[in-house]
């Protein structure tokens, strides 16, 4: 079956415009996760959705950062204003369910690039 | 607050090596453990997972870690690696938030 699926996978874009990544999870899982993986850092937890609704949004860097779901599907993390420190492969995960015992399924991920 | 420390940042190994990543991790209570790894150019697979079970597990292509609670370990090994093995390889681990906790990876290349 399908992965889960990321567009696009690459963005380049200039400071201070808006971008929106987009992330179609693996159909039914119910857990949606975003992770940014930048050079030196690893990967970071930004946002995590149970449904349409975000239970833990406590990894967003500042407040230009926001995301959303709907239909307890897909999911856009929008970023305004961009920065040059916003640059690296931000990567979407999905699992069946949140909690123990489930495993999450990470995507391709897109890669941002801040000019 | 939880957090993961892998204390290799790059191995190089030749094949046939044996391989043994570090990963620590600091949470007191029940954790779930995670080798996930990144190929070149691919995305990140789970390659084992650990869920309060057996501590020692196995994954795929003939890795294993284990889990080792009074060292809050769970070291990555594989007795003989091959070229195909080059690939950066992250720790997670999940306490008592449904996030996963990475440390900032290890990257391994294997020489034939």
């Known amino acids: 079956g399908a992965g889960v699926s990321q567009s696009p996978s690459n963005k380049v874009t200039e400071k201070g415009k808006d971008v929106e990544l987009r992330c179609d999870p693996i159909?039914?899982?119910?857990?949606l996760y975003w992770y940014r993986q930048s050079l030196g850092q690893g990967l970071e937890f930004l946002i995590y959705?149970?449904?349409?609704?975000?239970?833990?949004k406590s990894g967003l860097p500042s407040d230009r950062f926001s995301a959303e779901r709907t239909g307890g599907s897909v999911s856009t993390l929008t970023i305004q204003r961009t920065q040059q420190e916003d640059s690296a492969v931000y990567l979407c995960?999905?699992?069946?369910?949140?909690?123990?015992?489930?495993?999450?399924?990470f995507g391709p991920g897109t890669r941002l690039t801040v000019t | 607050a939880q957090s993961v420390s892998q204390h290799n940042h790059h191995v190089i190994l030749s094949e046939a090596a044996s391989l043994e990543l570090g990963c620590n991790y600091s949470?007191?209570?029940?954790?779930?453990l995670f080798w996930y790894v990144q190929y070149p150019g691919q995305h990140l697979q789970l390659l084992l997972k650990?869920?309060?079970?057996?501590?020692l597990v196995k994954g795929i292509k003939g890795f294993e870690a284990e889990f080792i609670k009074s060292k809050f370990s769970f070291n990555l090994r594989k007795p003989s690696v091959q070229w195909s093995d080059t690939a950066e390889y992250f720790c997670?681990?999940?306490?008592?938030?449904?996030?996963?906790?990475f440390g900032t990876g290890t990257r391994l290349q294997v020489f034939p």
């Open positions: 995960a999905s699992s069946l369910s949140p909690g123990n015992n489930y495993e999450q399924y």
């Open positions: 997670a681990v999940r306490g008592n938030t449904d996030k996963l906790i």
């Open positions: 650990y869920f309060s079970e057996d501590p």
């Open positions: 949470y007191g209570g029940t954790v779930n």
């Open positions: 959705f149970q449904g349409n609704s975000a239970p833990d």
């Open positions: 159909s039914g899982h119910t857990a």
